[in-house]
């Protein structure tokens, strides 16, 4: 890794683009192809692990940081970041499938993060409509419905992309039903992200866990009841399937901050389940016969790739399945008993039963996600960044002692932040972040930027370097 060539490329007066990847599996590819588009239109991007990009901050000429939400946590670093130059712009990854207005508010936003975000991305209307509604949303501050480049991966456009995954699955595995886990508010990786975790002292409550933040006491009680009931459901369900469909083999996906321990206790006593969180959805969901889950933000991918999916409602709570649930539940195939979902698979296996649909679910996804046709959404969140980078440029640099004011902060929070990382019950744990974003290689990196561009069109060279270990720079070939 060459420092000296990476303080030559930071000279460029054109602004950066900070894109930071906290879960891997989930955000990286889609993040890559958004910096691939940004990449040909001229723009550099700096991309890695969410916490490496943060400590960096101060590092980086003036950039566009492109935040992944704008919850309380993130205030102080969104401050930091606009006094040192930089411009803050955000989407929410939770806003596609998202808890009613109230307690979405008090768990997703911020007004103290929102002053310092200068732009916002909806996934679709639904989603500029929840904002617009933000009693405490600053005046004037731009929604543009663009789409999250996470569907652009679900396009027919892009999902060559990952045929050769796709080949190794169905090599590998044969015939499968994948079911997608989100049981991460009662089976965390880390106890304390649950709803709850154990009181101090026998008699006492259970104490609120990080799932619980803005959540009253009632509502959050009700959830953890809701999904421990639907999650012990989903453990008996594995072998269920196994013994009624023997030329099957079932994949468990956990949700990427879900613990895998209590599936592997499920698989070992089957034969053909497997437990794997391994890359992105996308392949695993193009090589599977059909998905079953329960309120997962699967169910709408898989409901746009047009893949048979089934919402296995083994318990129902209306709050919970009409508040938060209903766009995944309402785009599958709802069955309520094991009897149901084994007649609903013996149809979609027969070729007498798709994917759900009707006007109904296309008006559905219609209304809640932008960029499933025309331009690709990382095209049209490109647009607004080109305009806003040659804003940027435009405007004067902030003085030299408060940058150097401003670098302090930065530099005695990310002192802060690596101390952290020492306690192995810290979401912040070295354990925590390796399960969330595991090392990869330049070679990879490059790997998979080359497949982008060769979907895209190879009308512009384009080169990866590794700036710090495990950051790295997109660019267009000079």
């Known amino acids: 890794m060459s420092r000296q060539g990476f303080s030559i490329g930071m000279r460029s007066q054109k602004p950066f683009l900070l894109i930071p990847v906290e879960n891997q599996v989930r955000e990286l590819d889609a993040k890559l192809l958004l910096a691939c588009v940004a990449a040909r239109r001229g723009l550099t991007s700096i991309m890695g692990p969410k916490r490496e990009v943060e400590s960096r901050i101060a590092s980086f000429p003036r950039s566009i940081y492109v935040a992944k939400s704008m919850v309380q946590g993130n205030s102080e670093f969104l401050r930091i970041a606009g006094e040192l130059g930089h411009t803050n712009v955000a989407w929410d990854e939770e806003s596609l499938v998202h808890l009613p207005p109230a307690t979405y508010f008090s768990r997703r936003l911020s007004p103290e993060a929102l002053a310092y975000v200068s732009h916002l991305f909806a996934w679709g209307e639904d989603n500029a409509e929840l904002w617009q509604s933000y009693p405490e949303l600053p005046a004037g501050t731009p929604i543009h419905v663009t789409g999250n480049p996470r569907n652009d991966l679900l396009r027919p456009e892009i999902r060559t992309y990952y045929e050769k995954e796709v080949n190794e699955i169905r090599n590998t595995i044969g015939d499968f039903i994948l079911i997608n886990t989100n049981f991460n508010h009662v089976n965390a990786y880390l106890p304390g992200r649950n709803l709850f975790v154990p009181a101090d002292n026998p008699g006492e409550e259970p104490r609120f866990g990080r799932a619980a933040r803005g959540m009253t006491r009632d509502y959050a009680e009700g959830l953890r009841n809701f999904k421990q009931a639907t999650f012990e459901g989903f453990q008996k369900l594995i072998p269920m399937l196994e013994k009624a469909f ?222 710090y270990a495990k950051l790295f720079r997109i660019r267009a070939q000079e």
Request: charged share 30%.
């Open 246 to 467: 023997p030329s099957h083999r079932i994949v468990v996906r956990p949700h990427p901050t879900e613990s895998h321990e209590p599936y592997h206790q499920v698989a070992v006593q089957c034969e053909r389940v497997e437990v794997s969180n391994k890359g992105n959805v996308v392949p695993w969901l193009m090589a599977a016969r059909a998905l079953i889950h329960n309120g997962c933000t699967t169910g709408v991918e898989a409901y746009v790739m047009r893949v048979p999916a089934i919402s296995f409602r083994v318990t129902v709570d209306e709050r919970y399945d009409e508040g938060f649930y209903a766009l995944p539940n309402q785009l599958s195939h709802q069955c309520f008993n094991f009897s149901q979902i084994e007649q609903t698979l013996g149809k979609i296996f027969a070729g007498e039963l798709g994917p759900a649909g009707g006007d109904e679910q296309r008006s559905l996804i219609n209304y809640h996600l932008a960029g499933i046709k025309g331009p690709f959404a990382s095209e049209r969140i490109v647009d607004v960044l080109e305009k806003i980078a040659d804003d940027l440029a435009k405007l004067p640099r902030p003085p030299f002692w408060r940058r150097l004011k401003k670098w302090y902060k930065a530099a005695k929070r990310r002192r802060r932040k690596r101390s952290n990382v020492r306690d192995t019950k810290s979401k912040r744990s070295l354990e925590f972040q390796r399960h969330k974003y595991p090392d990869i290689s330049i070679e990879e990196f490059r790997s998979r930027l080359a497949k982008f561009q060769q979907i895209l069109g190879q009308d512009r060279n384009l080169k990866v370097d590794q700036i």
